[in-house]
């Protein structure tokens, strides 16, 4: 009689934890809240229990509202699907095969792309490993009989300068509106007969150069953090899709972002100093580069619907081991955030959605610069050092100063000296960026597009404060 009183339990239920009496899921299952006639098979979260058609249902609707809501994908435009091998990413180029499909009710109307990068060198992978690991993407990618393009990280340090600059011309809309858009595509694939095939990828590239592997080696050995190693290899990692886009004529860029891994980036990125541009570097869209935007539709998922969504529908994936480190506790500040939070998941259910939807309140406006001198050298936002002197950090951030220049060199020489001294490279950075780029190493191992787009940038702006430094009567000999 008394234990019919509730869950908490009645006369007796002091004696043990009150979790352990509740009823167990297994004995009685549940309907699922959509049909209502199958039992449930996954309890996203509370109340919300679905049956395996119901969820797939759901999670194809939640990846199309998002490119709907949004509608920055205009039918016809060429996208590039950038794929790390693991569960949030696979996931997503499901759900673009899927929506492509001919039995598809409503299509996706754009054109898609794959890009890959294999970055085994720096993961601690041995030569066969890497080997054995790209041979598996290539495998997965030719099933979907979309273009493709491998890559290896090492070639980041063959990119051109120009990869740290915006795109000169901004992306057009193929239409004036979005639904006029819409309707000249659907009409122009008729008259195409809806057929044609996607045209091949890259030819699969061979193994990159002893030479280049142990420069990329040596580059990231120098790194003193392991903060600043993971920052590296995304801002290497998002270089190279950029110029896989920019080559290819990519206009959008797809990541598989999910909802935990945007809380996770959104923190973590508060511990960088990267408080300013948290909209643009978490948000759904990223248009720092100008000529290429980057979209991030996984975002409304957590890790557990992708989990669940791949184990039920055998989503294949490729899992890479994380970067090599010899602290086992708290070894970098992505790592330490990524437990912090799941932890918390784990006992309070809401706090991944907390924060997520905390950062959706944020405005990408202090992101964005009105000219290349307004922009962070390696991430491309806006410099945000207003008020330098008043930052707390300001002690960490002196530098060495320039080395001295002999009286007989000329001018020229002195600028380039002065280009090729980390003092010189501050103010090109924003405040997130500097305290990572304290950590990098010498100046010698760093990429060398990101050493020449520097010198330029120095070079080019020495003569105009020179110009602003010269005594009026030098400007008018004539008078006196």
Do not use: W
């Not at 008394?2 to 009685?28: I, K, M, N, T, Y």
């Not at 020489?413 to 501050?426: L, M, N, Q, Y």
């Amino acid at each position: 009689m008394c234990e019919a009183a509730g869950d908490d339990g009645g006369c007796g239920a002091g004696g043990g934890p009150p979790r352990r009496h509740r009823v167990p899921g297994h004995s009685h299952p549940r309907p699922c809240v959509k049909c209502g006639q199958s039992c449930a098979v996954l309890v996203i979260r509370v109340g919300d229990a679905f049956c395996r058609g119901c969820f797939r249902e759901y999670f194809v609707h939640k990846f199309r509202a998002m490119l709907g809501k949004n509608r920055v994908i205009f039918p016809g435009e060429k996208v590039l699907l950038a794929l790390s091998g693991g569960p949030a990413s696979s996931a997503m180029l499901r759900q673009v095969q899927e929506g492509l499909s001919r039995e598809t009710a409503k299509r996706l109307r754009f054109v898609p792309g794959l890009v890959y990068v294999d970055e085994g060198a720096v993961r601690g992978q041995s030569p066969a490993q890497r080997q054995q690991n790209l041979t598996r993407m290539e495998t997965l990618l030719q099933a979907t009989g979309f273009p493709y393009h491998l890559t290896h990280l090492e070639q980041a340090l063959e990119l051109p300068a120009s990869i740290l600059r915006p795109g000169r011309g901004e992306p057009s809309e193929p239409g004036p509106s979005y639904k006029e858009a819409v309707g000249g595509f659907i009409q122009q694939r008729r008259q195409e007969g809806d057929g044609g095939t996607s045209p091949p990828g890259d030819a699969p590239p061979g193994p990159p150069a002893a030479a280049l592997t142990r420069e990329l080696v040596r580059l990231f050995e120098a790194v003193e953090t392991a903060t600043a190693r993971e920052e590296l290899l995304q801002m290497l990692r998002t270089h190279l899709i950029l110029q896989t886009a920019r080559t290819g004529g990519y206009t959008k860029v797809m990541t598989g972002e999910s909802c935990t891994r945007v809380a996770i980036k959104l923190l973590t990125n508060l511990a960088l100093g990267r408080g300013a541009f948290l909209a643009v570097d978490a948000g759904f869209v990223d248009d720092r580069h100008g000529d290429v935007m980057v979209v991030r539709p996984m975002r409304e998922y957590t890790a557990k619907e992708i989990a669940f969504y791949n184990r039920f529908f055998d989503v294949p994936t490729v899992v890479a081991p994380p970067l090599p480190t010899k602290r086992r506790e708290k070894p970098s500040i992505h790592r330490l955030v990524e437990r912090f939070l799941l932890g918390m998941q784990e006992d309070f259910p809401s706090t991944i959605s907390t924060v997520y939807r905390t950062g959706e309140k944020l405005s990408p406006a202090p992101a964005k610069a009105s000219s290349e001198s307004q922009r962070c050298l390696l991430c491309l936002c806006a410099l945000d050092i207003a008020g330098e002197e008043e930052l707390a950090l300001e002690p960490t951030l002196i530098m060495d100063e320039p080395e001295m220049v002999e009286d007989g060199c000329c001018c020229q020489d002195a600028a380039a000296a002065g280009a090729e001294s980390r003092a010189a490279f501050i103010p090109l950075l924003c405040y997130g960026c500097r305290l990572t780029f304290k950590e990098l190493g010498p100046l010698a191992t760093l990429p060398p597009y990101i050493r020449a787009e520097a010198r330029r940038r120095i070079c080019g702006a020495q003569p105009k404060e020179q110009s602003r430094e010269v005594p009026l009567e030098d400007q008018e000999p004539g008078k006196s």
